[in-house]
């Protein structure tokens, strides 16, 4: 059974500049997540979709960040315009039911 | 807002070496999850702990959750290099399926 996978595994950007994520969760997850690592702080949560709905945004940063997730299976997280402090490791996350989440191996993500 | 304490921060031992990492909350864990994580990749899920009390183990890991569900210990016997990795714990929380992290802690084994 396939993992979850993100792509790119690694993004150099201009501030200004705009970026897109992707994360294949595992099929049949209905429960997908994203995270964010910023250096020297911890995994932080982002937003929680299930299914294409989102069930829970609380942790996007502001209005720059959009998270969608048409037809319930992949996702992408658009970052627009990028700043600097968007700079981080980003993580996505899927699950079936509440006990278990599966990570990817996450987006690194650098804005110059 | 919750907060995840865990220590030490980072930790480089020898090979055959026990070691204990520790995470601790401001508040009362909803189940409380200990992961690891080796670069370039998430963090992968290594045991799930509920009961106050509860004792896991895991082959050489033992997972301990202290009584009153605010703080957890990570013992590791005889460390081996391949047990190298960034160590987190996290807490489910009240909201479903979101986990709040700590920062980890880096476990490095020499041969």
């Known amino acids: 059974e396939a993992g979850v996978t993100q792509f790119p595994s690694h993004s150099v950007i201009e501030k200004g500049q705009t970026v897109t994520l992707r994360c294949d969760p595992i099929?049949?997850?209905?429960?997908l997540y994203w995270y964010r690592r910023v250096m020297g702080k911890e995994i932080k949560f982002l937003l929680h979709?299930?299914?294409?709905?989102?069930?829970?945004e609380s942790g996007m940063p502001n209005n720059r960040f959009l998270a969608e997730r048409t037809g319930g299976t992949y996702s992408t997280l658009k970052v627009q315009p990028a700043e600097l402090e968007d700079s981080g490791v980003y993580f996505c996350?899927?699950?079936?039911?509440?006990?278990?989440?599966?990570f990817g191996p996450g987006t690194r993500l650098t804005v110059l | 807002t919750q907060l995840l304490e865990q220590s030490p921060q980072f930790l480089s031992i020898q090979e055959g070496e026990n070691l204990t990492v520790y995470c601790n909350s401001s508040?009362?864990?909803?189940?409380l999850q200990w992961y690891r994580q080796e670069p370039g990749e998430g963090p992968v899920l290594l045991v799930t702990?509920?009961?106050?009390?509860e004792v896991k183990k895991l082959k050489r890991l033992t997972f301990q959750f202290g009584d009153a569900r605010k703080d957890s210990s990570l013992h590791i016997t005889a460390a081996q290099p391949g047990d190298t990795g960034l160590y987190l714990c996290?807490?489910?929380?009240?909201?479903?399926?979101?986990?709040?992290f700590g920062r980890g802690t880096q476990l490095t084994v020499w041969p």
């Open positions: 996290a807490d489910r929380g009240s909201t479903l399926g979101r986990l709040y």
């Open positions: 099929s049949g997850h209905d429960n």
């Open positions: 702990v509920v009961t106050g009390g």
């Open positions: 979709f299930v299914k294409e709905s989102k069930q829970d």
């Open positions: 996350a899927s699950s079936q039911g509440p006990a278990r989440s599966f």
């Open positions: 508040s009362v864990f909803s189940s």
